[in-house]
């Protein structure tokens, strides 16, 4: 046993030392108090933030109560949030919080503390209300799990970029890890020395999302969702975080700001077209009114690292399948890891083969990349950003970045890829103002040496500056547009020509009920609900339909 | 206050491990390329050919590379050097399952679960999905029940495959299907969209014609972008021969479709959805 002076003069120290910097091996709590009796193990860490709530996590060595002390100042933690079970197991949901907002907090039980921050690096910022613009910054990890030298040189690397970076010091909205978070089989005890031990630090301030890896999955059961995967995290079923309920923690998505996040389980759940996960993603995609939209899965669907997405199978169904659908409704980002290097793709679309298929002279059908900086790097300073806008919404780059945790070559030269480096480090992606009403979403390779070895840009227009005239001209039913109606007035007017005469007129609501008839040129809306109706006019000549927002 | 692993001759010790760790970490993390780890495994069964563990080891690698019958082999050989380990007899099962030998997979799955004594979640399930194979629709249903009842975290997928079970025994039975449907939308969220899709399904595949509809009503409402729910609606409207109303919801898509935002319009879902629309119109 250390003697109590020597600890206390420790705790001094570790108090001092404390930043996000800081990169001791173990855990460092920070008050100065007597040794409370109950000792936190693991975290607090976490899960599902939403504009309005969070989980936070946390394991203790004896069954206790479970106490959040939260609050706007750090000085004065004044709400908290309790569970009198006892547990050694602590998860406790914070809701009713203000989007956009910085919470402090620490955790502890009935009658005391158990680990806080004193200098206030404890703390949850609450999701922006969705389709919110603003500074976003995700830090991308994948394959971690090796607890060795190299995660801490990756990290190390990540934390000193982030406190030194010039804009948003000291931000990460999220973590997002890519699976085998915790080698060799991702049991309980690994994820402690491979996941809670090293990343500890931020784990308290930084929301924490996931995908299932294979070596996760060892121990891992998404059969009976059970196992440490599924115990350690608590993802959101019922689309509490946004977008469409899966009903399973094995994929589901989330909103943050303006960009919709979807993250699939490429390793248990059955990657066939038509199957839950496949369908539950297609409609998940096909309703999301976000700005930008990133996909994770573990499984690359292109690499020629340590994986072959040539002739892998799960690989290649997750590259057949579910590319298709997600390039054709807007993917951006596409983030795997499996492979333990760096392969990142030119800007492509709807190519979906094998990587000796892959061309920069590809013509047909659109080609292989998209617009006129699609064959290059991607760099502002280079061959130029990739862009998007609303006359070209297609277009994702292809990130396989698994060497967050340990490096194990492959030939490296898949076709599909701008760059492909047997090298270390962690991705961080960035999505900024362009100044010109559009967003620029950039993703930098951040080397262990603290290096940035590659980095590009995808530029979206017409994102922070949106088109207001969106209620459509003339060209609605082109063929007759006989509705007149303008936003905000009470009534609807239908126009036709002179030798034309009006039988009737039928309003239906936006499930098609008949809701309104009519035999008037002139129709008053101002008691009906907002929303989309389709009018049915009868005249001497035909019947005509037509679609209109009363609003 | 410190954390229990914050002492400090644990955490040399601690140093020390992660110093062995990360030396050993060469072999270990070289993982994925099955048949380098089954080659492994052959030779440290070369090295010591009575250790039991390393045959039951290389037989689940010779299973994740779909190799069943080596797999098998390795199963039975684990067991004949006394292996008396449970886990080795669901996989000999679950490998006689994958393999179509469903006979021999229920001979082993019964005789697991005799000796556990029924409780184990995973085997009923795999007991269900034998039987399921095997013809035995009804005790495959009595089984799967159990599973529903018991697992502690349900997923959708197992929801829908005790709706196929159900079905597979008497496809008249679309009651018990709904109702399987409507109590896996009670455990795992009201919303939970491939229960909902399936119960659309039921409903149509039942000719119940306003509740299918109402049913796509639910979509709609329920979702913010409708364009493809509206078309997908039409699309049923003219399958039981409402032109009319399969009109209506196709001028709602289309006016849908022009209201989107900018972003969306030109988007290749969106530009199929469009032609989708034209030449369903056409046909009405
Ligand atoms: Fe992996």
């Not at chain 1, 547990?87 to 919470?103: C, D, M, Q």
């Not at chain 1, 790097?377 to 780059?397: H, T």
């Amino acid at each position: 046993m250390i003697k109590k002076s020597t600890l206390i003069l420790l705790m001094l120290f570790t108090v001092n030392s404390f930043s996000q910097t800081a990169t001791a091996d173990s855990p460092i709590a920070t008050s100065i108090k007597n040794t409370p009796s109950v000792v936190v193990e693991r975290g607090p860490y976490l899960q599902t933030g939403t504009p309005t709530s969070v989980i936070v996590k946390w394991r203790t060595d004896t069954a206790t109560e479970s106490v959040v002390n939260y609050g706007k100042e750090l000085g004065s933690l004044t709400k908290n949030e309790t569970s009198k079970v006892l547990t050694t197991e602590h998860e406790v949901a914070l809701s009713g919080l203000t989007p956009n907002t910085k919470y402090y907090f620490n955790i502890g039980n009935a009658t005391e503390v158990l680990s806080e921050s004193v200098s206030g690096d404890m703390y949850v910022i609450t999701a922006p209300t969705p389709g919110t613009d603003q500074f976003v910054r995700a830090w991308i990890i994948g394959d971690p799990g090796t607890a060795n030298a190299f995660q801490r040189q990756v990290r190390d690397a990540y934390y000193n970029y982030v406190d030194t970076t010039a804009t948003n010091t000291g931000k990460t909205d999220m973590m997002l890890f890519l699976g085998d978070n915790a080698y060799s089989t991702g049991t309980d005890e690994e994820y402690q020395s491979a996941f809670f031990d090293i990343y500890y630090e931020m784990f308290k301030k930084s929301v924490a999302w996931s995908c299932l890896g294979n070596h996760d999955a060892y121990s891992a059961d998404s059969a009976t969702q059970s196992g440490p995967y599924y115990d350690i995290f608590t993802f959101p079923k019922e689309a509490e975080a946004g977008g469409t309920p899966s009903g399973t923690e094995a994929y589901f998505s989330f909103d943050y700001a303006n960009i919709h996040v979807i993250s699939l389980d490429s390793h248990h759940t059955s990657r066939a077209i038509g199957d839950p996960m496949y369908n539950w993603a297609l409609s998940d995609i096909q309703n999301t009114t976000q700005d930008w939209i990133v996909v994770l899965f573990h499984h690359p669907a292109y690499s020629k690292g340590s994986h072959d997405s040539d002739i892998e199978d799960r690989l290649i169904e997750m590259r057949e399948n579910f590319m298709p659908m997600l390039e054709a409704n807007g993917v951006d980002l596409v983030l795997n890891g499996h492979s333990h290097s760096y392969e990142r793709s030119y800007f492509i679309n709807g190519h979906q083969g094998l990587a000796n298929t892959f061309s920069l002279e590809e013509i047909t059908n659109g080609g292989n990349t998209v617009g006129a900086t699609g064959k290059g790097d991607g760099k502002e300073d280079g061959d130029g950003v990739y862009q998007k806008d609303s006359a070209q919404p297609e277009g994702a780059v292809y990130i396989t970045t698994g060497s967050a945790g340990h490096i194990s070559g492959g030939d490296l030269n898949h076709q599909a890829m701008y760059i492909s480096l047997n090298k270390l480090g962690s991705c961080v992606m960035e999505i900024e103002d362009d100044g010109n009403g559009g967003q620029n979403m950039v993703i930098k390779f951040i080397r262990e040496t603290g290096e940035i070895e590659d980095y590009f840009t995808i530029n979206k227009t017409g994102v922070t500056i949106t088109d207001d005239a969106n209620e459509p001209k003339a060209e609605v039913g082109a063929e007759s547009k006989k509705v007149l109606y303008v936003a905000g007035h009470d009534l609807l007017t239908i126009t036709m020509d002179r030798n034309e005469r009006l039988k009737k007129v039928k309003i239906y609501n936006n499930i098609g009920k008949l809701v309104k008839k009519s035999r008037k040129k002139t129709i008053d809306v101002s008691k009906m609900p907002k929303g989309m109706y389709a009018i049915e006019i009868t005249t001497k000549n035909g019947t005509y339909i037509e679609s209109v927002t009363i609003e | 206050m410190f954390y229990k692993k914050g002492n400090m001759q644990n955490g040399i010790k601690k140093a020390l491990f992660i110093v062995m760790f990360s030396l050993l970490s060469a072999q270990v993390f070289g993982h994925g390329d099955l048949t380098k780890r089954i080659n492994e495994k052959t030779r440290e069964i070369s090295e010591s050919p009575k250790d039991f563990r390393l045959y039951y080891e290389r037989g689940l690698l010779y299973q994740q590379h779909i190799e069943y019958t080596k797999a098998q082999e390795d199963y039975l050989k684990s067991r004949s050097l006394g292996n008396t380990d449970k886990a080795l007899q669901y996989r000999i099962a679950e490998v006689n399952y994958l393999a179509g030998d469903y006979n021999a997979a229920l001979k082993s799955i019964t005789s697991y679960l005799e000796v556990d004594g029924s409780s184990d979640v995973k085997a009923k399930k795999l007991e269900a999905q034998i039987l399921f194979e095997l013809g035995a629709y009804k005790k495959s249903l009595y089984a799967y029940r159990y599973v529903i009842d018991n697992m502690r975290d349900l997923r959708p997928e197992d929801i829908l495959e005790y709706c196929d079970i159900i079905l597979a025994e008497n496809d008249k039975n679309q009651v018990a299907a709904l109702d399987a449907i409507e109590s896996g939308l009670k455990l795992l969220g009201p919303n939970t969209l491939s229960l909902q899709l399936r119960k659309l399904d039921l409903l149509k595949n039942s000719g119940q014609i306003e509740k299918a509809l109402d049913q796509y009503n639910y979509f709609l409402l329920e979702y913010d972008r409708r364009e493809f729910w509206y078309y997908k609606k039409a699309m049923y409207l003219a399958e039981i021969n409402r032109p009319k109303e399969a009109i209506i919801s196709l001028k709602l898509a289309t006016g849908t479709i022009d209201r989107l935002d900018m972003k969306f319009k030109n988007m290749n879902a969106i530009l199929k959805l469009k032609e989708q629309i034209k030449s369903l119109e056409a046909q009405l």
